[in-house]
């Protein structure tokens, strides 16, 4: 009997016994129970095991080793539901980081089914009941918990940073897979920016930033379309709140495109290299260097990722000293032994905890005001501020120094 056809309370009981089993990702057991009940595998079960990452209990029933095939599945049950999602699309929204496996998708069926729209409820808009794997897969990774914490008009090299990380990194190889299968990227992104969804924008940008940039049948890219709306906004003049915070949305999402322009061929390249765990500091830098190197200017709160990663103590050296002289070695700009708490320092990022027995504080506040706005270079700065400070006798190399008077006089807490 078709599981279509099964009592309600069979179907539940069966359902509550597979939960239990991918759970634990059980293999043995999973082809067990499917061998006793061959009709129960169903599009259902493949989102249960793709939900609870059962990647054995999954690669099994995409692998043949159950009675059906994952793509005879969705041949079975289209006629019964036209809105079932593909296999590619349920990996995409609930597995999304699962490459192998959403390579091996593609691979197994027709490659047209990463065409297929298909309704998933945990992450389509009541204005767009349809959505392509690709879409799934981009909309599940903006909801991640450390992507989450980014909020827009804070700082969209921060977004760019984070978005290179090595926990997204599996998660962007499964979107490199999709994109050349998917159509009217172009128009994805479009939504992405209508929606001001800017996470979602800036992954799909890593991965198809060539498509992204294709123009529309107006003639215009995407970015035209932006500044054309812009125009006609302030055009207009008063605006309400919501209309101000949608102008404002449409230019961050400008110059996420902008970014991209000039370094979006260096981000990609840097991404798809990644073949191991590189720690987040390491990251950081590196991502950093790439920016600068393409001309973008980047402000402490780029780099300062310490609110997400709180349990990398590397970061605060790496976004403190590191990003002010990218040519020099790492160890270089590590903290001296000498700045400590004892000396008001405090390494737990809360500034200065006890300021009055801290000579070396007064001695950096007391100095002439640095006009940064002025200053001819900034090496000449380092020095005048190392000048400002150093008596000579502290054991404290100038450079040091200088790297802190600089960030003391820009408010910068350590």
């Known amino acids: ?54 990647r054995k209990c999954l690669l099994a029933i995409i692998q043949g080793e159950v009675s059906i095939s994952a793509l005879e599945i969705y041949e079975k049950f289209v006629p019964h539901f036209p809105e079932t999602p593909t296999p590619l699309a349920i990996v995409a929204s609930f597995f999304h980081e699962a490459y ?28 767009s009941p349809c959505a392509y794997p690709l879409d799934h897969l981009l909309t599940s990774l903006s909801d991640e918990p450390r992507l989450c914490i980014w909020a827009p008009g804070t700082s969209l090299n921060k977004l760019i940073i984070l978005l290179c990380q090595w926990e997204t990194n599996s998660s962007l190889k499964s979107a490199r897979l999709l994109a050349p299968h998917t159509d009217g990227i172009n ?13 979602s924008l800036a992954a799909l940008l890593l991965v198809a930033q060539e498509k992204v940039f294709v123009p529309f049948d107006s003639g215009l890219t995407i970015r035209q379309r932006i500044v054309e709306i812009v125009d006609a906004l302030r055009r207009e003049g008063d605006l309400d709140h919501e209309a101000v ?76 000293f590191k990003l ?55 090496p000449r700065l380092l020095r005048t501020a190392a000048r400002q400070v150093d008596d000579g006798v502290s054991g404290i190399s100038m450079k040091h120094l200088a790297i802190i008077a600089v960030r003391l006089n820009r408010g910068i807490k350590f």
């Open 100 to 127: 192998d496996i959403i390579d091996l998708l593609l691979k197994r069926g027709p490659v047209e089914h990463a065409k297929i729209k298909g309704h998933a409820s945990q992450t389509v808009t009541d204005d």
């Open 245 to 320: 915070k949608y102008q404002s949305m449409l230019v961050e999402a400008r110059e996420l495109l902008d970014i991209f322009q000039r370094a979006g061929d260096a981000l990609s390249l840097y991404c798809s290299s990644l073949q191991e765990y590189v720690p987040p500091h390491k990251v950081l830098i590196d991502v950093a260097n790439v920016l600068k190197k393409t001309g973008h200017a980047l402000r402490p709160m780029d780099h300062d990722l310490r609110d997400i990663y709180s349990e990398c103590p590397e970061l605060k050296d790496a976004s403190l």
């Open 1 to 54: 009997m078709d599981i279509l056809e099964r009592p309600f309370y069979d179907r539940l009981e069966l359902s509550e016994e597979i939960v239990k089993i991918v759970e634990c990702d059980d293999k043995e057991r999973f082809l067990s129970l499917i061998s006793k009940f061959p009709d129960s595998v169903c599009m259902h079960v493949v989102e249960l095991c793709a939900s609870f990452h059962a």
């Open 187 to 199: 128009d994805m992104a479009w939504t992405y920016v209508r929606d001001g969804r800017l996470v």
């Open 324 to 378: 002010s002289d990218p040519e020099s070695s790492y160890n270089k700009y590590l903290l001296s032994p000498s700045l400590t708490r004892g000396q008001g320092f405090c390494p737990t990022g809360r500034s200065y905890p006890s300021v009055g027995d801290c000579q070396l504080f007064h001695r950096l506040k007391s100095g002439p005001k640095l006009d940064l706005m002025r200053s001819a270079s900034m």
